[in-house]
């Protein structure tokens, strides 16, 4: 199964609006995509986390570039900072562990 996991934080107050009136609507998306198997939102030292586990990682792909997800992505650089990281994995992480690989293996956006 892919794993996917993401912390973002909002730029500003208008950053912190955009944000979260894309969040929601993406994470309730995701959480009903085809392939999704996992879903849950954290906040962990700032960041806004999502821990998600797809059948596979095209599934993932797919929910990723369609949607109110792909309008998100397209805003990020001018409302958030984050991270993301996925992998292969047969187990879902603690949530301790997904931040951890989030913070030593994650990609600075």
Not at 3 to 9: E, P, R
Not at 76 to 89: D, L, N
């Amino acid at each position: 199964m892919h794993i996917s996991i993401t912390g973002l934080k909002p730029k500003g107050l208008w950053g912190f609006i955009r944000f979260w009136t894309l969040a929601i609507p993406s994470f309730a998306e995701a959480k009903s995509a085809k392939g999704n198997l996992f879903s849950e939102v954290k906040k962990i030292n700032g960041y806004n986390c999502t821990l998600t586990a797809w059948e596979n990682r095209e599934m993932m792909l797919a929910f990723m570039r369609n949607g109110i997800h792909l309008k998100a992505m397209k805003a990020f650089h001018s409302i958030a900072t984050g991270r993301t990281y996925g992998y292969e994995s047969d187990a879902i992480p603690s949530w301790e562990e997904a931040f951890s690989l989030l913070e030593s293996k994650g990609k600075n956006y």
